[in-house]
T-cell receptor, first 111, second 112 residues
C-alpha cells in the first residue's frame, strides 16, 4: 500500500460547483500534511498546510481526519482557473523532513 | 517562502553522458530535496541533500547514479550519470522549512 493515496480523477465540474478531494495516508504517526497545486508543465506550488483539524483560505478548506487517516480539500465556487492537478503530501513520522506525495487528483472546471 | 532558481530548464543529452542540475535558493534553508516526475505521474523522492555531508537516498536510487552535492544552505546540485533513455524525466529540487517547501521550476531531461 502506498504511503499517500489519492483518487487520480479526473474530476470534471461546472463553474461554480463545490468539489472535494480526499487523500488517505497509511502512517498513523504522520504529523503534518500539505496540499500542492500543479499546473501542466509547471512545478508544484504550496496551496495549504494542515497540522491540526483543518485550515481555510478563501474558497479553499482543508480538513484532517486522524481517526480515518485522511485529509480532504474542498473548493467552493470553482473557477476555470482552478483547473489543475492537486497533490497531497505527508511528512510521515521519521522526522527526516521529507515529503511523500500522492499521485495527484486532476480537476477540470468547465464553463 | 524561499524562491528556488533551477537550471537548466531543459536539455537533450546523449546516452552515456552526464548532466548536472543546479538549484540556488534565495535564502538559507534547512532542507533540500531532489525529486523525479514522469509525465502525468506524481513526484518520486530521489534523495535528501544534506549540507556538508552525503545525501540520503531513497530506495532504488544510488549515489553512483545520482551524485548530489550541497556545499551550503543555499545551493545544491544533482548529477544524472551515465544516462540512458530511461532517465528521461523531469527533475525537481525542493527546499525550505518544515512548514512548507517550495520547488524549483524543474529540468526536463530527454536522453537520446
Amino acid at each position: 500500500r502506498k504511503e499517500v493515496e489519492q483518487d487520480p480523477g479526473p474530476f470534471n465540474v461546472p463553474e461554480g460547483a463545490t468539489v472535494a478531494f480526499n487523500c488517505t495516508y497509511s502512517n498513523s504517526a504522520s504529523q503534518s500534511f500539505f496540499w500542492y497545486r500543479q499546473d501542466c508543465r509547471k512545478e508544484p506550488k504550496l496551496l495549504m498546510s494542515v497540522y491540526s483539524s483543518g485550515n481555510e483560505d478563501g474558497r479553499f478548506t482543508a480538513q484532517l481526519n486522524r481517526a480515518s487517516q485522511y485529509i480532504s480539500l474542498l473548493i467552493r465556487d470553482s473557477k476555470l482557473s482552478d483547473s489543475a492537478t492537486y497533490l497531497c503530501a505527508s511528512h510521515g513520522s521519521s522526522n527526516t523532513g521529507k515529503l511523500i506525495f500522492g499521485q495527484g487528483t486532476t480537476l477540470q472546471v468547465k464553463p | 517562502s524561499a524562491v528556488i532558481s533551477q537550471k537548466p530548464s531543459r536539455d537533450i543529452c546523449q546516452r552515456g553522458t552526464s548532466l548536472t542540475i543546479q538549484c540556488q535558493v534565495d535564502s538559507q534553508v534547512t532542507m533540500m530535496f531532489w525529486y523525479r516526475q514522469q509525465p502525468g505521474q506524481s513526484l518520486t523522492l530521489i534523495a535528501t541533500a544534506n549540507q556538508g555531508s552525503e545525501a540520503t537516498y531513497e530506495s532504488g536510487f544510488v549515489i553512483d547514479k545520482f551524485p548530489i552535492s550541497r556545499p551550503n544552505l543555499t545551493f545544491s546540485t544533482l548529477t544524472v550519470s551515465n544516462m540512458s533513455p530511461e532517465d528521461s524525466s523531469i527533475y525537481l529540487c525542493s527546499g525550505g522549512e518544515d512548514y512548507g517547501y517550495t520547488f524549483g521550476s524543474g529540468t526536463r531531461l530527454t536522453v537520446v
